[in-house]
């Protein structure tokens, strides 16, 4: 549903700040109403997914969070009825991929993509913009 919710999961609480920023104002700037939802841990966004009952528009997850990482949670979201009857973009935003393995992971757990967050404030804002822009224009409502 492309005005639904924008789901960042971020223990983080600068990139929490800076990411609710940027794509707070992307929204506005573009007249999207989408609800922006930051949720600061794995298993707080697992039993927010879990008990959600509107279909998210992107989530947006680090990988690197402590009990659960982006990784675990992708897997058991994977599980959850809303993913297996709709499609939802899940991408990770992360400070860095360690390996290729992690990146095939990634991939292996059906992610839309896998970005670098950018030290570059401009760099950043763009990014951001980047993703939505490209979901927006490429997810279709279907109920």
Not at 32 to 50: H, P
Not at 67 to 88: Q, S, T, V
Not at 135 to 140: D, E, Q
Request: proline fraction near 3%; glycine fraction near 2%; avoid cysteine.
């Amino acid at each position: 549903m492309k005005n639904g919710e924008i789901i960042i999961i971020e223990d983080d609480l600068d990139d929490v700040d800076v990411i609710s920023h940027l794509l707070s104002n992307f929204l506005k700037k573009k007249s999207f109403t989408n609800k922006v939802v930051v949720l600061s841990d794995a298993e707080k966004a697992y039993r927010y997914l879990a008990d959600n009952e509107n279909k998210p528009f992107l989530i947006i997850s680090d990988i690197n969070m402590p009990r659960m990482d982006g990784f675990m949670l992708r897997d058991k979201a994977n599980n959850l009825k809303m993913f297996k009857e709709n499609f939802i973009p899940y991408v990770f935003l992360t400070t860095g991929i360690a390996s290729k393995r992690q990146l095939m992971e990634a991939y292996d757990l059906d992610v839309q993509g896998v970005f670098i967050k950018p030290i570059d404030y401009i760099k950043f804002e763009i990014l951001i913009a980047e993703i939505v822009t490209y979901w927006k224009a490429n997810t279709n409502d279907i109920a």
